[in-house]
Nanobody
Framework: VQLVESGGGSVQAGGSLRLSCRVT????????MGWFRQGQGKEREGVAT???????TYSDSVKGRFTVSRDNAMDTLYLQMDNLKPEDTAMYYC????????????????????WGQGTQVTVS
């Protein structure tokens, strides 16, 4: 299973970016999927997750600004990020987390499941 993120970049505060995560090697239909991020010198944290029935969970820091969605037909996960802030600067990772609920997945702190290589988001 491979996960490849795209869509990162540099943006000014208040701007928007849309991240994509294309999955190959396995259908995402029945998988819980999520976005995580790690800022420089910080621990990795869950940002947004979505399970197979469409239930979503968000960290408090992004609630109301970020929207996670999935296209099962395209085996692709998305993260729409609006009203970006400098504190959103981080490497963003996509993950496939089999067997977990969206709530459980948000709290994952190990390398359980399958992970992409990340895409950098910089907000100035």
């Amino acid at each position: 299973v491979q996960l490849v993120e795209s869509g990162g970049g540099s943006v000014q505060a208040g701007g928007s970016l849309r991240l994509s995560c294309r999955v190959t090697g396995e259908s995402i239909n029945w998988l819980c999927m999520g976005w995580f991020r790690q800022g420089q010198g910080k621990e990795r944290e869950g940002v947004a997750t979505i399970d197979s029935d469409g239930t979503t969970t968000y960290s408090d820091s992004v609630k109301g600004r970020f929207t996670v969605s999935r296209d099962n037909a395209m085996d692709t996960l998305y993260l729409q990020m609006d009203n970006l802030k400098p504190e959103d600067t981080a490497m963003y990772y996509c993950a496939a987390l089999p067997g977990l609920s969206a709530f459980q997945a948000l709290g994952v702190r190990t390398n359980f499941g399958h992970w992409g290589q990340g895409t950098q988001v910089t907000v100035s």
